[in-house]
């Protein structure tokens, strides 16, 4: 086949003009990208507990066979009551461990006793991370009382889909993209007693550098917490007034 | 202790925050008690994925698209190109197990250029311009082997029939609608369609939406049949590279050096792209092809115009895929009677006190935003139907049986066929051997 045509030419010459100009352009979007990305960081799904009503989709929806979002318990907001409604069913039949008296399905709040204080018994509840499903039965129990008990997506577990089955589903739209090294979306009252007590640490430390530090690390997490609210605050006031507001109320 | 103050002032907004059940204000809270020995711990969360992983699948894309391109036009070997394809299958579908692949990526982009608070990670970026780049230099190698997609679908293409042109055509025009689409939701920051109805993610994992499944099934089953159904008529990833591969700048070619257009390879693309050699149309066709060009030209404006009206039009629809005017729909259903009983989403609307005006006047903000990217994608689809029915008003003249290098995919299946191939891999001595090229020049003629 005769290459020399100038029918040929005119077709491989206008082949070459485009590719050259589709090389700039994707090396323009890419280097544009990059230099986006410089921004920020990578982001993970983290759902924001605050909005959470505990509806039973993290557990349903994730397309993990055992859900990546698992319940965690802030042990400082936690009162360690005896009578904890997260852990108990409302008509439970006696306080002990048996599972006709738990409201979690799988039984995966550990319940501790600690001490007894002026007739008052205490208990610490941790959760067994591998058994938790992610339903939030324990979620709207706790909320009855102080709601340390709350939903987190986990990452060692998450699959970071593309879009998150669970965020389509989620009745409040909970579901946030967060910069992975965030990582976690902490209650507003948690942010707030965790920040107190990364700055009690760091005061009452004295001569401890470890415990120093551990205070400021814990200090700067919440700190992170807040950061990462206004900015929300901001973005979402911005793009709508009236939505902001309604945050702001 | 200036926290502390702020907890209490932060309790308040917390009773109002949406939790179904009544919340106890700050000041209810049951306190932490003073243990004399217990120290309250500190629970963490676990950390991340280490990012090296990512980096490991974007050096695999990479590898494997430079495998592909030297499998497709230097060393033409189908059975190398199938084992490639297997080993994609794998390590993209089940050991990766989808998230992030090229065609979701297209999402992750749009976001990135309108929504400035999403920070697009460089391996995305990475993962969307590589398999583009090839593509310019050497076809649709990505979709040949590397793509999970593609291969699930190539394995099962065993019985493939010829899709009759009319309809190639028209259903060959879908992604390219569909991908307009996926830039609409993925801008307005909606959704990520490509990624919500991605019929084969959920068989990678092995778990997912039972619908996905279903219509990932079905796809496979019509793969048998037809071949890369979802390639040819859905991908909207694959609607790009189609363009790009047209002016790539080595594509693969059936014969591995002259075609002697002896018609063997005719039929051995399952996927309906060899073109034969064209006929120049006869003399007195030609005024009425010119006309029909003509018309075809002086239809465009209109075509693009009218579709951008529909797109006007069909901007309530569009907009429904968001949640918040999902929500506002259903509350106003609710307040007028429509509806029995309460959805959880609008449980927790009426729960947060929130009046129902500011809902309404989101959901209109979120319609003027949908409303130029409608109008857009009318357009955008207006000019897709004026390009087609111009492009097959052109007559092009092709002297050899050529892949069309849009719908080609470099599988590879045709190179077998060709008794040039034959002579090249020392198989036959000569085409003489297969082919008798004057009975088939008789037989073309007739």
Redesign the interface.
């Known amino acids: 086949?005769p290459d020399s045509s100038p029918?040929k030419d005119r077709r491989g010459f206008l082949?070459?003009a485009?590719?050259t100009t589709?090389?700039i352009a994707?090396a323009g979007?890419?280097g544009?990208?990059?230099g986006?990305?410089s921004?920020?960081?990578?982001?993970?799904w983290q759902l924001d507990p605050?909005?959470?009503?505990?509806?039973g989709?993290c557990a349903t929806y994730c397309?993990?066979?055992v859900s990546a979002v698992k319940c965690?318990?802030?042990?400082?907001?936690?009162?360690?009551?005896d009578i904890c409604t997260g852990y108990f069913e409302m008509n439970y039949l006696a306080l002990d461990t048996a599972a006709e008296n738990q409201l979690c399905p799988t039984g995966a709040i550990v319940r501790q006793f600690?001490?007894e204080?002026s007739g008052?018994r205490?208990y610490?509840y941790?959760i067994d991370v591998p058994l938790c499903i992610g339903c939030g039965k324990c979620v709207?129990g706790c909320?009855?009382?102080?709601?340390s008990l709350y939903l987190?997506v986990?990452?060692?577990?998450?699959?970071?889909?593309?879009?998150c089955?669970i965020a389509?589903a989620c009745?409040?739209?909970a579901f946030h993209?967060i910069?992975?090294s965030q990582?976690?979306i902490l209650?507003?009252?948690a942010?707030?007693?965790?920040?107190?007590?990364g700055?009690r640490m760091m005061r009452d430390a004295g001569d401890d550098t470890q415990r120093y530090r551990e205070g400021a690390e814990?200090l700067e997490r919440?700190l992170t917490q807040r950061r990462w609210r206004q900015?929300q605050q901001s973005?979402s006031s911005a793009s709508?007034g009236?939505?902001g507001?309604?945050r702001d109320? | 202790?200036p926290?502390?103050n702020?907890?209490c002032r932060?309790?308040i907004?917390?009773a109002t925050?949406?939790?179904?059940?009544?919340?106890?204000v700050?000041s209810d809270?049951?306190?932490?008690?003073?243990?004399?020995?217990?120290q309250?711990?500190?629970?963490m969360?676990?950390?991340?994925?280490h990012?090296l992983w990512?980096w490991l699948n974007v050096s695999l894309l990479l590898a494997a698209l430079l495998a592909a391109s030297y499998i497709a036009l230097v060393s033409r070997s189908r059975r190398n190109m199938f084992l490639l394809t297997i080993g994609s299958l794998i390590w993209f579908g089940f050991l990766y197990?989808?998230?992030?692949?090229a065609i979701?990526?297209i999402?992750?982009?749009v976001l990135?250029?309108f929504d400035?608070?999403?920070?697009?990670?460089?391996?995305v970026?990475l993962v969307f311009?590589l398999p583009?780049?090839f593509t310019?230099?050497f076809g649709r190698v990505f979709c040949a082997a590397v793509c999970p997609l593609g291969a699930i679908q190539e394995i099962v293409a065993v019985r493939t029939t010829r899709v009759p042109s009319w309809l190639d055509h028209s259903l060959g025009l879908f992604p390219y609608i569909y991908l307009g689409l996926a830039v609409i939701y993925a801008a307005t920051g909606t959704?990520?369609v490509i990624?919500?109805y991605d019929p084969f993610v959920?068989m990678f994992?092995l778990?997912?939406?039972v619908n996905m499944l279903i219509f990932g099934g079905a796809l496979l089953v019509m793969g048998v049949f037809i071949g890369r159904p979802y390639c040819r008529y859905l991908c909207p990833y694959g609607a790009v590279l189609a363009v790009?591969s047209?002016?790539?700048?080595w594509h693969t070619r059936i014969p591995p050096d002259?075609?002697i257009k002896c018609r063997l390879c005719e039929d051995s693309c399952p996927y309906g792209a060899i073109e034969r050699p064209s006929m120049p149309p006869a003399r007195e066709t030609r005024p009425a092809a010119r006309r029909s060009l003509a018309v075809m030209l002086a239809l465009a404006p209109l075509l693009v115009i009218g579709a951008a009206g529909l797109g006007w039009l069909m901007t309530v629809p569009l907009a429904r895929l968001d949640?918040?005017v999902r929500l506002a729909e259903r509350i106003h259903a609710e307040d007028t009677g429509q509806v029995e009983g309460m959805?959880?989403?609008s449980?927790?609307?009426r729960?947060t006190g929130?009046p129902k005006e500011?809902l309404l006047?989101?959901v209109a903000?979120i319609r003027s935003r949908i409303r130029l990217f409608a109008v857009l994608l009318g357009a955008w689809t207006g000019l897709v139907v004026a390009v087609k029915l111009i492009s097959l008003s052109v007559y092009r003249?092709r002297?050899?049986y050529q892949p069309d290098r849009s719908r080609c995919v470099s599988c590879g299946r045709c190179y077998w066929y060709c008794p040039c191939e034959q002579v090249r891999l020392g198989l036959i001595d000569d085409i003489s051997e297969l082919v008798d090229l004057e009975t088939e020049e008789a037989k073309a003629a007739s």
């Open positions: 086949m029918k082949n070459d485009l590719r589709s090389v994707l979007a890419g544009f990208l990059a986006r990305r921004e920020g960081e990578p982001m993970v605050d909005q959470c009503i505990g509806c989709h397309v993990l066979d965690v318990n802030c042990f400082d907001m936690c009162g360690f009551c600690i001490e204080k008052q205490f610490e941790t709207i909320a009855l009382m102080n709601g987190q986990e990452h060692d577990r998450c699959l970071d889909c593309n879009e089955a389509v009745p409040t739209q993209r910069p992975a990582a976690e209650k507003r009252r942010e707030a007693v965790l920040g107190a007590r700055r814990l919440a900015q973005a709508s009236s939505e507001t309604a109320a | 202790m926290l502390m702020d907890a932060i309790g907004p917390l925050a949406g939790l179904m059940a009544p919340v106890a700050a809270l049951i306190p932490v008690p003073d243990f004399t020995e217990y309250v711990p500190v629970s969360p676990p950390a991340p994925d990012p990512e197990e989808g998230c992030i692949c979701g990526s999402q992750n982009v990135a250029v400035t608070s999403y920070a697009i990670p460089l391996t970026v311009l583009l780049g310019l230099f959704a990520f990624c919500r959920p994992r778990s997912g939406d790009l047209r002016v790539s700048k002259e075609c949640h918040n959805t959880d989403a449980e927790a609307f729960n929130q500011e006047a989101m903000d003249r002297d050899e």
